[in-house]
């Protein structure tokens, strides 16, 4: 196969300028050999996706017309309506609501929960803990529950994940019953050590939400999931589906927003609670988002399979430095995360400094712990983006709790992810920190 090597010349440049040693320039040359075979198959997938899309563009005819930019009420904004075509289109559902008014992947979560829960019904998470953020939202483990599901009677049950970490079917299977209203199913394994879903295990939990009450909401949060695979979870069943247009389907060119697709009733329901009963979607403009929407997701299947390639060679070459890493390199992967397990705060806090240092933006910037809205524990944040928190653009964060593991995702280029990653493995060296010892140099 043929080998990206590192030329000679290019090894000067990385040993003046970025200050790498030898052993580490060799060791990335064998990591690059290790990965060959995965990065091929992610080729394979974003070309599958980006097919997907272009074909879903062309359907929709979409114009120069579509690009523009609209103001005030947005009646017959017909780029963002055609936009919304299209999202259905590409994942899987009869109707969509993409839109800037949708502040984060939080928010477009909330908007599923909020627009189709009432009083008296049911929520189980079938995937054991949801999401940091979400925790407020169900604010069943709150003192302060105010605005929360539980607070307008919502009930929540939680069905941990077995012991190898997987969804527990025989569980959710004896859970799920007629009063269940809505099923949260997370496709990534998000602040979490587990694998992410594969689009199997999402078809198979549906279906046994199903076997149970085929009235249930199957809502997947597919925050960080979009384009990992050949289908999405709407293709397989899924009801309601969510997400953040900073995050996959944004393409990194999405400055803000949000989106829900699904069956048309859900997605109603949620654009209600956006606007207001009446209006729902027909009203909302989209200023100047429209161009930067429909590129950002004409990029994305692109630019989800370069994150990925930089994810599978960070997972391989931690895994040779000694370190664990979840997934593994050539692991199925249902979205873009990089789990590595550090064990203690100063490696993590020395591999997100490094992350920050590698960045296009606030290079400069030495990013420390701190509370942030949302989270229970403080967060370590490496991002230095175009995009304030935008995640398909390298970043790394780590809650500062044990055992310390940093989620490192993104990278616009899997280029800027190589140098990224070897530069941190080169501060965790230099501050005695690997664990491998045989694969470096004695010190
Ligand atoms: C990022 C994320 C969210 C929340 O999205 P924000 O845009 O950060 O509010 C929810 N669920 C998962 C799995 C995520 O990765």
């Known amino acids: ?39 091929k198959s992610i080729n394979n997938t974003a070309r599958h996706n980006q097919l997907k899309v272009l074909q879903a563009f062309r359907e929709a005819g979409v114009t120069e017309y579509h690009l523009k930019e609209t103001n005030g009420y947005g009646y017959g904004d017909l780029g963002r309506d055609t936009l919304d075509t299209i999202y259905s289109r590409v994942f899987g559902g009869e109707d969509a609501l993409v839109r800037a008014q949708i502040v984060s992947g939080t928010h477009a979560l909330a908007l599923a929960l909020f627009g189709n829960l009432r009083a008296g019904e049911e929520l189980i998470s079938a995937t054991g803990t949801p999401y940091d953020t979400l925790n407020e939202i169900i604010g069943h483990n709150n003192q302060d529950n105010s605005g929360s599901l539980s607070d307008i009677g919502v009930g929540f049950t939680e069905i941990p994940l077995t012991n190898s970490n997987l969804p527990d079917l025989d569980k959710l299977q004896k859970t799920v019953n007629t009063k269940t209203r809505m099923v949260y199913i997370q496709r990534s394994s998000g602040y979490s050590w587990r694998s992410s879903l594969s689009i199997d295990e999402i078809a198979e939990i549906v279906k046994v939400v199903k076997s149970k009450n085929p009235d249930a ?144 933006v606030d290079a400069m910037a030495k990013p420390v712990p701190g509370e942030l809205p949302g989270y229970d524990h403080e967060v370590i944040m490496a991002a230095g983006g175009f995009v304030q928190g935008a995640t398909l653009e390298l970043s790394a964060d780590a809650p500062m709790r044990d055992p310390y593991i940093a989620y490192f995702q993104g990278g616009l280029s899997a280029d800027h992810t190589w140098i990224a990653a070897l530069c941190a493995a080169q501060s965790l060296y230099q501050g005695g920190f690997i664990p491998n010892g045989t694969c470096v140099p004695a010190r």
């Open 1 to 39: 196969m043929n080998l990206n090597r590192i030329s000679t010349e290019e090894k000067m440049y990385l040993k003046e300028v970025f200050n790498l040693d030898s052993w580490l320039l060799e060791l990335a040359d064998l990591v690059e050999q290790d990965t060959c075979a995965v990065l």
């Open 217 to 360: 909401i199957c809502l997947v949060d597919n925050c960080y999931g979009e384009f990992a695979n050949k289908k999405e979870p709407g293709e397989v069943g899924a009801d309601l589906i969510a997400g953040s247009l900073i995050k996959n389907p944004g393409g990194g060119l999405a400055p803000t927003g949000g989106y829900l697709v699904g069956k048309t009733e859900f997605v109603r329901g949620a654009a209600r609670r956006l606007t207001a009963p009446g209006i729902e979607g027909s009203v909302g403009s989209s200023l100047g988002t429209n161009r930067w929407f429909y590129q950002g997701l004409f990029m994305a299947p692109h630019i989800v399979g370069e994150a990925l390639k930089g994810a599978v060679f960070a997972a391989r070459l931690f895994e040779r430095l000694g370190y664990q890493v979840m997934p593994g390199y050539n692991a199925p992967r249902g979205d873009i995360i990089q789990a590595i397990r550090f064990g203690s705060p100063e490696p993590l806090i020395s591999f997100c400094q490094s992350i920050q240092h590698c960045s296009p």
